[in-house]
């Protein structure tokens, strides 16, 4: 069960995080969580130049270091990163003080102010510790999931996820994985697609 769009309610529970950009522009902020990998995260790499579009790269720290060439190519080719655990770790199922030291684990290959959680769960007392250890960390969320985690998701659906949600300022979601790979290579080229063709633009957070 999960939401493809973010209510108001949910933001407003959580204020302190960051779920969307405020913009008076076409702008719109592409994310992708879990990599790098092999094959998904140069597909991505690929795709965004073609489109001349900047995207935010949530990175695991175990993958880094398995794809370190890949990830210098994410920061060489302009895009931002993002710190989103060491382990992939659920922050409801962690506790405190094993979450925030995978975080400072991942903080040592991934050197950024920028943090998702992953699964998008984390508690307000693991909040507070992180920005106690790093005041100038940004809890980033998002606005619209695309669903391409979801296997059991047709990439059709995937895809009118995205074009039905996203607006101005909204911050989307994939996953350059290896369980999301069928899905995220149908939806991200057309997404890039028909949204320049709408006159927006795709920038980092």
């Not at 370190?68 to 994410?74: H, Q, S």
Request: glycine share 6%; aromatic share 14%.
């Amino acid at each position: 069960m999960y939401l493809v769009h973010t209510p108001w309610w949910l933001r407003a529970l959580y204020p302190k995080l960051v779920w969307q950009i405020p913009v008076k522009e076409k702008v719109l902020y592409l994310s992708f969580d879990d990599g790098p990998h092999e094959t998904a995260t140069p597909f991505v790499l690929d795709q965004l130049q073609q489109y001349g579009a900047k995207a935010s790269f949530f990175c695991i720290g175990k993958n880094v270091m398995a794809h370190p060439a890949i990830y210098e190519r994410i920061i060489r080719e302009g895009h931002a990163v993002g710190n989103h655990t060491q382990h992939h770790l659920n922050g409801w199922k962690t506790p405190d003080q094993a979450y925030i030291k995978d975080i400072n684990l991942a903080a040592e290959h991934i050197h950024s102010t920028l943090f998702r959680p992953p699964y998008g769960r984390i508690r307000r007392s693991q909040y507070r510790q992180l920005k106690a250890a790093h005041p100038n960390m940004r809890v980033i969320m998002w606005s619209v999931l695309s669903g391409d985690f979801d296997t059991g998701l047709s990439p059709e659906t995937g895809l009118s996820y995205v074009l039905q949600y996203a607006k101005p300022g909204s911050i989307i979601v994939f996953h350059d994985s290896a369980k999301a790979w069928d899905r995220l290579q149908y939806a991200l080229p057309r997404v890039l697609a028909h949204f320049k063709q709408e006159g927006y633009r795709f920038e980092s957070i």
